[in-house]
């Protein structure tokens, strides 16, 4: 039997949004997506294969541009996103990370980020955009795409929300920084992949 796990990222008729962790009890200060005790969840290589941004069930039920959820996408799997200034995690063509956009009805979230991991490892994942709700493009700027898009893949790397800072993608109160992580992201996946090659 296989265990899943989830992370999404919620509207609320005030805030932007709220976020929730779904198997986890409760959010630490390193924000890393705890496993158990210390262990995050982790890919068993810094190296991750990611499919190229599809319609879920290709029906045509999106109302935003679908391009706009491919540029999300695209921003959000970004060298400049996860490598830099140091290689942590490297995104190259394969199938263990898809990347889905669908409408997926009222149900509470923005963008879902489920992996499907053995012990602590993470063995594939998926990130999903909702355009039940996203397609309010006077509510949901392209920013604010791109940013639920760069958090959700954020998650399958093994990160959690990081609400002490606003120039990050894992900033679930907030949607304005596009697909951007910060310095503490990034120090924080150096950490969880210290022992991984």
């Known amino acids: 039997m296989k265990l899943i796990r989830r992370n999404k990222l919620f509207p ?3 805030m932007f949004a709220v976020g929730l ?16 005790g210390k262990i995050a969840y982790h890919w068993a290589s810094r190296t991750v ?3 190229s941004p599809v319609e879920e069930t290709a029906n045509n039920s999106v109302a935003r541009n679908p391009q706009d959820y ?11 996103v996860w490598d830099s200034p140091n290689t942590v995690i490297n995104l190259v063509s394969g199938t263990s990370l898809r990347l889905y956009y669908d409408s997926y009805g009222l149900n509470g979230w923005l963008g879902l980020a489920t992996i499907f991991p053995s012990n602590c490892v993470i063995g594939n994942a998926s990130s999903k955009l909702n355009d039940s709700y996203l397609r309010d493009t006077a509510r949901y700027s392209q920013t604010n795409v791109d940013h639920v898009s760069c958090q959700e893949v954020g ?3 093994g990160l959690n929300h990081n609400r002490n800072a606003n120039d990050t993608c894992m900033n679930d109160t907030v949607l304005t920084a596009g697909n951007h992580i910060n310095q503490h992201d990034k120090d924080q996946l150096a950490t969880i992949y210290a022992s991984i090659p």
Request: proline share 0%; with cysteine; charged share 5%.
């Open 155 to 157: 998650h399958t790397f």
């Open 12 to 14: 609320v008729a005030v």
């Open 21 to 36: 962790v779904v198997g986890t009890s409760f959010v630490y200060a390193s924000h890393a997506w705890r496993c158990r």
């Open 49 to 51: 294969g990611f499919a």
């Open 70 to 80: 491919v540029s999300a996408f695209n921003g959000s799997t970004s060298s400049q």
